[in-house]
């Protein structure tokens, strides 16, 4: 039999004959691309030779050695005098290998290794966690022998250590396959793991002084090879035959990563990596694997709710009474109800909020862009990027020679980007070059370049990077408070001939931008402004006319509901914290007559609103997001909780008491009919103007404030792991070495950022930034910026330095007694969204406080007692 293939473990293109190498395999014949590793060509032929530390997407090592095989012809006429590890072994012309299948050498050489391996090894398998799923249990079994011959003491290791707050080590399982030290250094760039000692006392160990701080750190349990490796969120909770397993896409991003959710008894237990080579790889962020227990809490919506007139309290009513008292007061509010989306929602559902607004409510004041967001925004939206398919993909990312990322910190908002261009870097040495104010952790592990820019002047520092051909320019959707940036971006591409893509935050975004959930745009791309674009969305809803006026934003739309020109909002997934203006923001729902809410959890929307839809969880339902790439990534419903029903058949029963309905009840039937719509063919919209904006011009004690949200952070989707949420990293308030020293402050000190709206006070840090520069995170370690400052990315604040007042140090003094970041934040009267402290009040950061260390080691300390139990 002679096999002839172009590549093994991905899909590339074809490769040129002259470039295959033909050897033999278990008297097979096969040709394979150059470079090909024995144990990949074996695989061709249907050969598994057992391995552990071998993995496709890791560089050959040769740890374990239970890779050998018998080579009586190493391609010039000679045998290797013994057996080799065949992950290392590249093939050769006229290379003969015989692996255990035909070789006796070969096969004992394995049962050998086996053997060796296991002398240490525990066997614990009956209380591992990776029973049932164990590369070396399932391969001792294949290949081992049927009993031990040792019989001495086991080596032992006091268990288990945490290598951080969530990833916890069993050392004596260890055997040394160095698959997490290879993730860290060459995958994830975290190299705080490592080999330690030598010999029998070699062990995976960190560095004393720096913990295993990684946003990938959860793919090292994974790949593990055995039950070394397990998290604090997992460990002893289940077993894998206990549970069921859904392939699904992760939440947190736009990056559509492919996950695998185990639940058992209705209970989501883990989430995994899926193996997805045109996303993903292998890989995923610790916030897609670990943050899933946010739908679970005690402020889960699980019945509708209608505000009693009376009283003025949310009382429980049944599905149809509530979907009639939402029908009549937007009946009665009829064109003067505006729709608020955030990025929860599928494509579907979207649509179906876009249909409604459309086509029941016969408005266009509907956005999805739940967060600051400009006229310009939507014209970029309009003419690059709605309806345009799948556009630059992570292949093109990792074949670029050049990525210039601007408004856009990868490691934080998009992590699966952050991989593939680390990859691309180390691969093929794409030069990253990012627009911003210092050079973040991230762009040191691509290899990334920096051009510095101040916050509002990446419209003038674009042409430094130096555009061309091949180049990618990726915009962030900060871009959308900085004026001509978009626009710039999208001009300067088109005239280097350059190619551009844009990355929202949430992952329901692009699919709500391709649905129609934008004031200017219709589902399709089609531009509201353009009569043949309304008459072709007219005819395939069977609805003669559509509203032609272009609507509102979503600030407008808060702006009209807050002066009484909308009369009703329907809203759904917005957090009013994400808002440009959370006050007003607050302010308007709280003066608009009629408010629907349909949501999953409690929020500052629900607590305001008349009528309460609960809805599904991304996990309790199915559905699609599309990514950043414009790629579909469906997904089916992982849990099947009764009465959760997706935003979609919520919508629908409301528009159904109302009039004739959506023309739709369910995910698949929107799916279908958001197909049949298509995207639009016609005349896009034009592109925005380019204008020469500049970042704005701070005083002497102010900065333009540059900010970001860190991947793990105090979103609300990340709620309910503490041991997840232990592992942020600390918020710092970075400046440059010049107003530290003007301010007389040193690393660790705090400084105040102040703005009429309130105050935060935040650790020091010193970096290479501009003086006129502060940069601190977005929402972590209990400071929402937008909520107590008022301010985002490129806005003007005071930075003082802080003389500790009694006030404060009685603070400090009750976080270390025990109160949490949120109590601080949320000091005073009960409120389900404070408003800012007032100006003389400082919000502290307090992550990092002695009582939740304490709290997390207790937590550990309970996970050594269960096991000691067992
Ligand atoms: S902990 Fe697991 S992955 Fe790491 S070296 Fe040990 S066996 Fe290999
Ligand atoms: S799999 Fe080949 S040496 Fe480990």
């Keep these: 039999m002679t096999v002839t293939t172009g590549s093994g473990a991905t899909d590339e293109a074809a490769v040129p004959d002259e470039n295959l190498v033909s050897l033999t395999i278990d008297d097979v014949e096969v040709s394979v691309p150059e470079g090909t590793l024995v144990i990949r060509a074996a695989e061709l032929i249907g050969v598994e030779i057992p391995r552990f530390c071998d993995h496709p997407l890791l560089a050959p090592v040769g740890a374990c050695r239970q890779c050998l095989v018998e080579v009586p012809d190493a391609g010039n006429g000679r045998g290797m005098p013994k057996p080799q590890a065949s992950c290392t072994l590249p093939v050769a012309p006229g290379m003969v290998v015989r692996t255990q299948v035909s070789s006796p050498v070969a096969d004992k050489a394995q049962t050998g290794i086996m053997e060796f391996l296991l002398i240490n090894h525990p066997l614990d398998c009956p209380m591992c966690d990776k029973g049932g799923e164990c590369p070396l249990q399932n391969q001792a079994m294949a290949h081992g022998r049927g009993e031990s011959r040792f019989a001495e003491a086991k080596r032992t290791y006091p268990k288990p250590i945490a290598i951080s707050q969530q990833i916890l080590l069993d050392r004596e399982r260890c055997i040394l396959c160095?698959?997490?030290?290879?993730?860290?250094?060459?995958?994830?760039?975290?190299?705080?793991?490592?080999?330690?000692?030598?010999?029998?006392?070699?062990?995976?160990?960190?560095?004393?002084?720096?913990?295993?701080?990684?946003?990938?750190?959860?793919?090292?349990?994974?790949?593990?090879?055995?039950?070394?490796?397990?998290?604090?969120?997992?460990?002893?909770?289940?077993?894998?035959?206990?549970?069921?397993?859904?392939?699904?896409?992760?939440?947190?991003?736009?990056?559509?990563?492919?996950?695998?959710?185990?639940?058992?008894?209705?209970?989501?237990?883990?989430?995994?990596?899926?193996?997805?080579?045109?996303?993903?790889?292998?890989?995923?962020?610790?916030?897609?694997?670990?943050?899933?227990?946010?739908?679970?809490?005690?402020?889960?919506?699980?019945?509708?709710?209608?505000?009693?007139?009376?009283?003025?309290?949310?009382?429980?009513?049944?599905?149809?009474?509530?979907?009639?008292?939402?029908?009549?007061?937007?009946?009665?509010?009829?064109?003067?109800?505006?729709?608020?989306?955030?990025?929860?929602?599928?494509?579907?559902?979207?649509?179906?909020?876009?249909?409604?607004?459309?086509?029941?409510?016969?408005?266009?004041?509907?956005?999805?862009?739940?967060?600051?967001?400009?006229?310009?925004?939507?014209?970029?939206?309009?003419?690059?990027?709605?309806?345009?398919?799948?556009?630059?993909?992570?292949?093109?990312?990792?074949?670029?020679?050049?990525?210039?990322?601007?408004?856009?910190?990868?490691?934080?908002?998009?992590?699966?980007?952050?991989?593939?261009?680390?990859?691309?870097?180390?691969?093929?040495?794409?030069?990253?070059?990012?627009?911003?104010?210092?050079?973040?952790?991230?762009?040191?592990?691509?290899?990334?370049?920096?051009?510095?820019?101040?916050?509002?002047?990446?419209?003038v520092r674009l042409a430094e990077a130096g555009l061309d051909a091949s180049t990618i320019v990726l915009v962030g959707e900060r871009l959308a408070g900085v004026d001509g940036a978009l626009a710039g971006a999208l001009a300067a591409t088109q005239r280097a001939g350059a190619r551009l893509a844009w990355v929202p935050r949430r992952a329901g975004d692009r699919g709500a931008l391709e649905a129609g959930c934008l004031p200017n745009l219709l589902p399709g791309g089609r531009p509201v402004a353009d009569a043949s674009a309304r008459a072709d969305l007219g005819a395939a809803w069977g609805t003669p006319s559509l509203p032609s006026e272009p609507g509102r934003s979503t600030d407008e739309i808060l702006a009209a509901a807050a002066s009484g020109e909308l009369s009703a909002l329907v809203v759904?997934?917005?957090?009013?914290?994400?808002?440009?203006?959370?006050?007003?923001?607050?302010?308007?729902?709280?003066?608009?007559?009629?408010?629907?809410?349909?949501?999953?959890?409690?929020?500052?929307?629900?607590?305001?609103?008349?009528?309460?839809?609960?809805?599904?969880?991304?996990?309790?339902?199915?559905?699609?997001?599309?990514?950043?790439?414009?790629?579909?990534?469906?997904?089916?419903?992982?849990?099947?909780?009764?009465?959760?029903?997706?935003?979609?058949?919520?919508?629908?029963?409301?528009?159904?008491?109302?009039?004739?309905?959506?023309?739709?009840?369910?995910?698949?039937?929107?799916?279908?009919?958001?197909?049949?719509?298509?995207?639009?063919?016609?005349?896009?919209?034009?592109?925005?103007?380019?204008?020469?904006?500049?970042?704005?011009?701070?005083?002497?004690?102010?900065?333009?404030?540059?900010?970001?949200?860190?991947?793990?952070?105090?979103?609300?989707?990340?709620?309910?792991?503490?041991?997840?949420?232990?592992?942020?990293?600390?918020?710092?308030?970075?400046?440059?070495?010049?107003?530290?020293?003007?301010?007389?402050?040193?690393?660790?000190?705090?400084?105040?950022?102040?703005?009429?709206?309130?105050?935060?006070?935040?650790?020091?840090?010193?970096?290479?930034?501009?003086?006129?520069?502060?940069?601190?995170?977005?929402?972590?370690?209990?400071?929402?910026?937008?909520?107590?400052?008022?301010?985002?990315?490129?806005?003007?604040?005071?930075?003082?330095?802080?003389?500790?007042?009694a006030s404060l140090e009685e603070r400090s003094d009750d976080a270390a007694a025990g109160e949490t970041p949120a109590d601080v934040a949320d000091a005073g009267p009960p409120h389900p969204h404070p408003h800012p402290a007032p100006t003389e009040n400082v919000t502290h950061d307090e992550t990092t406080s002695p009582a939740e260390r304490s709290a997390t080691d207790a937590d550990l300390d309970a996970s050594h007692e269960r096991e000691g139990d067992r």
Excluded at 244 to 259: K, L, N
Excluded at 418 to 432: D, P, Y
Excluded at 759 to 764: D, E, F, G, I, S
Aim: hydrophobic share 40%; net charge negative; with cysteine.
């Design 178 to 459: 160095a698959r997490c030290t290879r993730f860290s250094e060459q995958i994830a760039g975290d190299p705080f793991i490592a080999m330690a000692e030598r010999g029998a006392l070699q062990q995976v160990a960190i560095y004393e002084r720096e913990p295993f701080s990684s946003y990938f750190s959860g793919n090292t349990i994974q790949i593990c090879p055995v039950g070394a490796l397990t998290s604090n969120a997992y460990r002893f909770r289940s077993r894998p035959f206990d549970l069921v397993s859904t392939p699904s896409v992760a939440e947190h991003d736009a990056c559509g990563a492919a996950i695998r959710v185990d639940h058992r008894r209705g209970k989501v237990m883990r989430r995994l990596s899926g193996d997805e080579p045109e996303v993903n790889e292998e890989w995923i962020s610790d916030k897609d694997r670990f943050a899933f227990s946010y739908a679970a809490g005690s402020d889960r919506l699980t019945r509708p709710l209608v505000r009693d007139p009376e009283t003025g309290a949310l009382e429980p009513a049944s599905w149809p009474a509530a979907f009639a008292v939402a029908a009549r007061g937007l009946a009665r509010a009829q064109g003067r109800v505006g729709v608020l989306t955030g990025g929860r929602l599928t494509t579907e559902d979207a649509y179906a909020y876009a249909k409604f607004a459309r086509a029941v409510l016969g408005t266009n004041d509907i956005d999805f862009r739940a967060r600051p967001q400009s006229d310009e925004e939507a014209e970029f939206l309009a003419h690059a990027v709605a309806g345009t398919g799948l556009g630059v993909t992570y292949r093109d990312l990792e074949a670029a020679s050049k990525v210039v990322l601007v408004g856009l910190e990868p490691e934080d908002e998009a992590a699966t980007i952050f991989l593939r261009l680390r990859k691309a870097w180390r691969a093929n040495g794409t030069e990253v070059v990012a627009l911003a104010s210092h050079a973040t952790r991230g762009l040191e592990k691509m290899g990334g370049r920096l051009i510095t820019t101040v916050p509002g002047d990446e419209p």
């Design 572 to 805: 759904g997934g917005v957090e009013l914290d994400d808002l440009a203006d959370v006050e007003a923001a607050v302010a308007a729902v709280d003066a608009t007559e009629f408010v629907v809410s349909l949501e999953v959890r409690a929020s500052a929307v629900t607590e305001r609103a008349d009528v309460v839809l609960p809805v599904a969880a991304p996990m309790e339902k199915s559905g699609s997001f599309v990514n950043w790439e414009g790629r579909r990534r469906p997904f089916d419903t992982v849990l099947s909780v009764p009465h959760a029903m997706p935003d979609t058949r919520v919508l629908a029963g409301i528009a159904e008491e109302m009039g004739p309905g959506l023309g739709f009840r369910t995910t698949a039937d929107a799916a279908a009919e958001l197909d049949e719509v298509g995207p639009w063919d016609g005349t896009r919209a034009a592109a925005p103007a380019t204008s020469t904006a500049r970042a704005a011009r701070p005083a002497d004690d102010e900065a333009v404030l540059d900010t970001w949200r860190q991947l793990i952070d105090d979103g609300r989707g990340q709620d309910g792991d503490s041991h997840y949420r232990s592992t942020a990293r600390p918020s710092l308030a970075l400046i440059s070495a010049g107003r530290a020293a003007g301010l007389g402050v040193a690393e660790g000190d705090e400084v105040v950022l102040r703005t009429d709206r309130g105050a935060v006070a935040v650790p020091v840090g010193i970096v290479d930034i501009p003086d006129a520069v502060v940069w601190t995170a977005t929402n972590s370690n209990g400071l929402p910026l937008r909520r107590i400052l008022g301010s985002g990315y490129g806005d003007l604040v005071t930075v003082e330095r802080v003389d500790v007042p």
